[in-house]
């Protein structure tokens, strides 16, 4: 039940930020630019999802997306300052409330003219205070990490899905 009551809150208070980092992941990508993606702790399985939607269908067929997904076994600073370029959006994944990992990895991002894109948890994380104004800050607020998760996935699909709509049109349901 907690489940399926943060889940239509979370469609609720979360869709204007969903719109705007689906704005910046289409920008990027459609400028030729890619999209690193990394996970610390539990949220590290969202990268590799990500990464993989974006290199092979969704639910339609179209070009592979350009997306790489950061290894949580090296630090991260250092992936981004080797991979990141101007234009690039840094895609963020972290369900704890401090994720020290990233903070580094953030300013370097900002240093080269990337986007960010932060899927955290509670608003109060140091993530939070890293971001500018021109990232975009999806932040599921519940105590719960399970609940948090379970949120960055669907925020995940959502994403992914917007991108596809954008790039080719909505998708027809069948009766």
């Known amino acids: 039940m907690d489940s399926a009551d943060l889940s239509y809150q979370a469609a609720e208070g979360l869709s204007k930020r969903i719109a705007e980092g689906v704005q910046a992941l289409l920008a990027c990508i459609t400028n030729g630019g890619k999209v690193l993606v990394g996970g610390v702790g539990n949220a590290a399985f969202l990268a590799p999802l990500f990464v993989s939607y974006f290199w092979g269908p969704l639910e339609r067929q179209r070009p592979e997306l350009a997306a790489l997904a950061l290894t949580p076994t090296s630090p991260l600073a250092s992936q981004v300052r080797a991979l990141g370029l101007a234009g690039d959006v840094l895609l963020i994944f972290s369900a704890q409330a401090q994720a020290p990992e990233w903070l580094e990895a953030i300013e370097i991002a900002h240093d080269r003219e990337m ?28 105590e719960r990490m399970m609940r948090v998760l379970e949120s960055h996935l669907l925020v995940l699909h959502c994403l992914c899905d917007g991108v596809d709509a954008q790039l080719l049109g909505d998708l027809e349901v069948p009766e």
Request: negative net charge; aromatic residues 0%.
């Open 115 to 142: 986007m960010v894109v932060g899927v955290t948890g509670p608003l109060g994380s140091d993530v939070s205070k890293r971001l500018l104004e021109t990232d975009v800050h999806i932040a599921v607020t519940h």
